[in-house]
């Protein structure tokens, strides 16, 4: 019979929030473990559009604060982990599309 297990961390739900930070805990030498309730990606995760947008389509009105300072670095991040050479390699994931485009309504812009 075996003990209780032993981990640095225990990460609770496995959407991409936990999915990410799993797999930057165990690239940074933690161990960690994982415990999902239901399905792996089975909660806002799947119901996701898919667009990474990081925040911008919240900024769509064009009312930018810090918030929008704070997610300018997200395309870079983003593009990096694509290429296979950012905090999480996704090389192997194929986008349905390079790009996405919004507009406003009711602004010159
Ligand atoms: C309709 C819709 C469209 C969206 N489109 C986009 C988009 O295009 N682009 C974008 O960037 N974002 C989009 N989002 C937002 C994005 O999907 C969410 O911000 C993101 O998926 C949240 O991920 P999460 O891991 O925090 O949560 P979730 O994916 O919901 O994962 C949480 C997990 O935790 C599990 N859980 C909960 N409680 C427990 C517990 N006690 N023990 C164990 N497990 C537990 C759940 O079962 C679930 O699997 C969209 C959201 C919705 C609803």
Not at 41 to 50: H, K, R
Request: net charge neutral; hydrophobic share 45%.
């Amino acid at each position: 019979m075996s003990g209780p297990a032993q981990v640095d961390v225990a990460v609770i739900g496995g959407g991409i929030a936990g999915l990410w930070l799993l797999a930057r805990l165990q690239k940074a030498g933690y161990s960690a473990v994982l415990l999902e309730a239901e399905a792996l990606g089975g909660g806002q995760t799947l119901a996701s559009q898919g667009i990474v947008h990081g925040g911008l389509k919240y900024a769509i009105n064009l009312t930018l604060g810090s918030d929008s300072e704070a997610l300018a670095d997200m395309p870079a991040r983003w593009r990096a982990c694509l290429d296979g050479r950012g905090e999480v390699d996704l090389h192997g994931l194929k986008p349905a599309a390079e790009r996405h485009l919004f507009w406003a309504r009711r602004t010159l812009a």
